[in-house]
């Protein structure tokens, strides 16, 4: 790493107390180049807020008064963004029926998983009592397919504010990436969409799509529904390093920006073969697009739909919506062992993602790619589509 390059890194990281302080995205080209700016900043106590190494970004405060632009123009550095906010894709309440605009169906279809042969009966009640099958899961066809798989050893993450203990899931481990403690859920939003892709549906409880699914929780946001990038790429680069096989993300930047360090830390999970799904956003039809990283290439961006089987009026959708699955008024796990209804495309994401624990379960060789081809193929057209 040059001497300039040096000077320019001292003179542009301050301090995050700093008035001038922003939160900055390093994205290096090589990783040799990577870890001799990380051990220079280190050796100067100008130690990153966070270092993501297989994604070999940087997370600096940034002093907005230096000309840290001159940073772009060096050969080691690939991109210097803006560690935007990230916020969970849910409403403060569930959404009043609002009568649906004739065009909001367009380039959506309803997520409706592949029919299986058929089953003998007992196999429906391999885990004991009846379990409670809410609408949700219904409409999406997945109890059809529990006679052949539950989603047993399918390994899929929830990136989200974490998962609390409750006595319908099971929880097979997590991570934290704020702050490397607890998975623990602290908001009810991760443990809420976690339930409708895997809720245990054991002696009358409710159940997930997937309920035998191996479980793990990605802790990326706080209390409040909200993170930064920069979380939200090391939990996707950790998906990557553990063998995940399903990441389910219902959540989205901030209108109006992008990020280039999560497109990259998204391309490589699918290029591992990751299903990622992810909640298109609730800005209704006014939304000149869906949300990223729903609107990423390959990944199933997920529409809401109401119970009538129509895009609900608060979904995001058009270019780059994949499918459309239940997201008004669904009932699922919350803290303290309780249950909540809620409405959002969060809750639309997770039954995509349960819907491709099932398939891989069913079909271990199935790729990222052929598994997203299959649930595409199994939906069926909603109401008013048109090509």
């Not at 409670?132 to 409409?139: A, E, F, G, L, T």
């Not at 529904?225 to 930047?253: A, P």
Request: net charge positive; with cysteine; aromatic share 4%.
């Amino acid at each position: 790493m040059s001497d300039k390059l040096n000077t320019q890194l001292k003179r542009c990281v301050c301090s995050p107390s700093s008035a001038h302080a922003r939160r900055k995205l390093i994205g290096f080209r090589r990783e040799a180049e990577y870890r001799a700016c990380k051990r220079h900043l280190e050796r100067h106590g100008q130690r990153p807020h966070k270092a993501v190494d297989r994604a070999r970004v940087l997370c600096c405060h940034i002093d907005e008064r230096t000309s840290w632009q001159a940073l772009l123009g060096h050969r080691a550095i690939r991109y210097i963004e803006d560690d935007v906010k990230v916020k969970a894709h849910v409403l403060a309440a569930p959404a009043a029926r609002k009568r649906r605009p004739a065009q909001a169906a367009r380039r959506s279809a309803a997520l409706l998983l592949p029919r299986p042969e058929p089953a003998p009966k007992a196999a429906k009640r391999a885990s004991g009592a009846e379990p409670d099958i809410p609408w949700n899961i219904s409409r999406v066809q997945a109890p059809e397919l529990w006679g052949q798989t539950r989603g047993a050893g399918v390994k899929l993450a929830i990136l989200d504010t974490g998962i609390a203990s409750h006595p319908d899931l099971r929880i097979a481990g997590g991570v934290n990436t704020i702050d490397g403690r607890s998975y623990q859920d602290d908001n009810g939003h991760g443990t809420h969409v976690a339930g409708i892709a895997a809720a245990l549906g054991k002696r009358g409880q409710l159940a997930g799509v997937a309920p035998q699914v191996r479980l793990y929780a990605v802790k990326a946001l706080d209390r409040k529904g909200e993170g930064y990038v920069s979380d939200i790429v090391e939990g996707v680069e950790w998906c990557t390093r553990r063998g995940m096989q399903v990441i389910n993300m219902s959540l989205g930047l901030e209108p109006g920006t992008s990020s280039q360090a999560l497109r990259e830390a998204v391309r490589r999970a699918r290029q591992r073969g990751i299903v990622v799904a992810a909640s298109a956003g609730n800005s209704g039809s006014s939304a000149t697009g869906i949300d990223e990283p729903a609107s990423y290439p390959g990944v199933l961006g997920v529409a809401a739909t109401t119970r009538a089987n129509t895009i609900a009026a608060y979904s995001s959708r058009g270019a780059g919506v994949a499918l459309a699955a239940p997201g008004s008024d669904i009932r699922s796990t919350w803290l303290g062992g309780g249950y909540r209804t809620m409405s959002g495309t969060s809750m639309a994401a997770p039954h995509a993602a349960g819907g491709a624990a099932l398939l891989l379960a069913r079909r271990p060789s199935l790729g990222a790619a052929a598994a997203r081809r299959a649930l595409l193929s199994g939906a069926k057209r909603l109401r008013g589509y048109t090509a």
